[in-house]
Nanobody
Framework: EVQLVESGGGLVQPGGSLRLSCSAS????????MSWFRQAPGKERELVAS????????SYTDSVKGRFTISRDNAKDTVYLQMMRAKPEDTAVYYC???????WGQGTQVTVSS
């Protein structure tokens, strides 16, 4: 059974940092690209960042470029999203996903507020 379990969400002040983790199981993690999505209240879910299998090439939506970093540790079957210089508009539920198999985590809430 495939499982994706996110952790690390919470409340962060504007300008602050937070690291999200997603622990994967039930598939050969290193062979698959992984992604982070987010969904803010009243908005559609959007792709935030992706990282390829193998060489781990990252890509980002424009609004987070230069502030967020996606990375992966294939030895730990875990993908990370390092958030820096957080903005109130980053407030959302963040989801980890393995798109090729349409697998999703349960989401973790990130709130950016003073």
């Amino acid at each position: 059974e495939v499982q994706l379990v996110e952790s690390g969400g919470g409340l962060v002040q504007p300008g602050g940092s937070l690291r999200l983790s997603c622990s994967a199981s039930g598939f050969t993690f290193s062979r698959y690209a992984m992604s982070w999505f987010r969904q803010a209240p009243g908005k559609e879910r959007e792709l935030v960042a992706s990282i390829t299998a193998g060489s781990g090439i990252a890509s980002y939506t424009d609004s987070v470029k230069g502030r967020f970093t996606i990375s992966r540790d294939n030895a730990k079957d875990t993908v990370y999203l390092q958030m820096m210089r957080a903005k109130p508009e980053d407030t959302a539920v963040y989801y980890c996903a393995q798109i090729s198999g349409n697998y999703w985590g349960q989401g973790t809430q990130v709130t950016v507020s003073s």
